[in-house]
């Protein structure tokens, strides 16, 4: 067995230094994993050891005190630093340091610039055993992500993608097994994102005034970008979020989503997202017995081949699963009651699936690392070529216990 461990100890490399970045470095110091960390880059360096063992605990630590402090590097072992001034530089330096053996590597990318630099940064990993990524931005677009996902095919890398959409909630999971098996029907996803819009809608309903409720959100450290626009960016991240799943779900039905534009403000909208309009909307939905809420819909429909995607505030209805609090979480409810599985028997009509989780930084940290060590796993069981590089769907290729038991839960449930 010690063997075996031994076989599956990859190299890994880190992209970006925020707050996922350094969870996931501090997760180092316990060395259980089945990879070690042997560079490390932020927006302006690559921090390489040249060590077989890769950075240490102690070596992580003082990565991260040096990036909050921006004193003097401090003295690492076999550590050199590369310094770059444009993403191709980056891209280029990143590829020379894994190219010679890029199937033994897994990448975690934690950053979130441009598109356009994201998306060659992670065209370039591509070829690796596994990517992990909590990065949103190259797989928000549609022509970008199927790029990707061709590439990763091709190259046979395993895609570690539920941090792009919300880890909490194994979206990346539940979908990709719901739309391998889909014969024909509809299916409706309702997402309720993320766990700062849900907190704050759950502090104003319980009588918190809208100063109170920002300061504690700030203070808890759920406000990305705290002072006015801070609500503003949450919904950005929700909307950044619904197009990754619903870009998803086009690749697996090979069709391009249709995203539905609000061309006007409708009635039971507020009319800007300052934190005190969407307070007072949220508080005269709940007046009349519904649940305002920032909602995203993805509707996968047979018939006519379309999939659609709408993100908006929308006042959800009394007895509908998402219409009530979720304390700092994100929750998302499945109808797939017209839908046809090939698990389907007889006339049975199939209920919701919904599922709710907290979210953080700590948690997306640990998400992709679980996800990497997954991957090291069942890339060495057979067979050898994964027929998707989805991880769930390559774990339930390959026998993976998990993958089965989340398959044979929506069987129960849909």
């Known amino acids: 067995m010690r063997d075996l461990v031994s076989r599956m100890k990859c190299k890994a490399g880190v992209l970006g230094l925020g707050k996922v970045g350094k969870n996931l470095l501090l997760r180092q110091i316990h060395g259980s994993d089945h990879f070690r960390i042997h560079w490390v880059s932020d927006s302006k360096r690559v921090y390489r050891v040249n060590r077989q063992s890769g950075f240490t605990g ?25 310094e770059f001034e444009n993403v191709s530089q980056q891209t280029k ?25 994201d998306y060659s940064i992670a065209n370039t990993m591509m070829g690796c055993k596994a990517y992990c990524a909590g990065n949103k931005t190259a797989w928000t677009d549609y022509d970008s992500c199927d790029k990707l996902f061709r590439k990763a095919t091709e190259t046979q890398t395993l895609l570690g993608l539920n941090c792009t959409v919300g880890v909490w909630l194994d979206q990346m999971e539940i979908l990709p097994i ?3 098996n889909l014969i024909s029907g509809k299916i409706i996803l309702l997402k309720r994102d993320n766990s700062s819009l849900n907190l704050f809608f759950e502090k104003i309903g319980s009588g918190l005034t809208v100063e109170k409720t920002i300061l504690e959100l700030e203070n808890s450290g759920h406000l990305d970008l705290p002072g ?16 990754i799943a619903a870009n998803v779900c086009g690749i697996m039905r090979s069709t391009r989503p249709v995203f539905k534009n609000q061309q006007a403000t409708r009635p039971d909208e507020p009319k800007s997202f300052e934190a005190k309009e969407l307070a007072e909307w949220h508080l005269r939905g709940r007046k009349h017995g519904d649940y305002p809420a920032l909602v995203s819909e993805i509707n996968v429909d047979t018939s ?11 006042e959800l209805k009394r007895g509908q699963p998402l219409a009530r609090d979720f304390v700092g979480k994100c929750a ?24 709710s989780g907290y979210g953080g ?12 060590n997954r991957a090291i796993i069942i890339s060495h069981r057979k067979p ?31």
């Open 58 to 82: 102690q070596d992580c630590k003082k990565i991260i005190k040096f990036k909050q402090t921006h004193t003097a590097f401090p003295e690492i072992p076999k550590c050199e630093i590369y």
């Open 93 to 117: 330096l990143l590829n020379d340091l894994i190219t010679t053996d890029k199937k033994d590597w897994v990448i975690f990318d934690t950053t979130f610039t441009r598109k356009e630099d």
């Open 178 to 180: 719901m739309l391998q």
């Open 228 to 243: 006015p626009d801070a609500l503003l960016t949450e919904v950005k991240d929700q909307t950044m979020k619904a197009h």
């Open 304 to 314: 006519d081949g379309m999939i659609d995607l709408e993100v908006g505030f929308a």
């Open 332 to 355: 998302m409810s499945i109808d797939a009651s017209a839908a046809k599985f090939k698990w389907s028997k007889g006339t049975r009509k199939p209920a919701q699936f919904m599922r």
């Open 361 to 372: 930084a700590k948690k997306t940290a640990a998400k992709l690392i679980a996800e990497a």
């Open 384 to 414: 050898k070529v994964c027929r998707s590089p989805i991880l769930v769907l390559a774990a339930l290729e390959k026998g993976e216990q998990a993958a089965k038991l989340l398959d044979r839960k929506l069987r129960l449930a849909l």
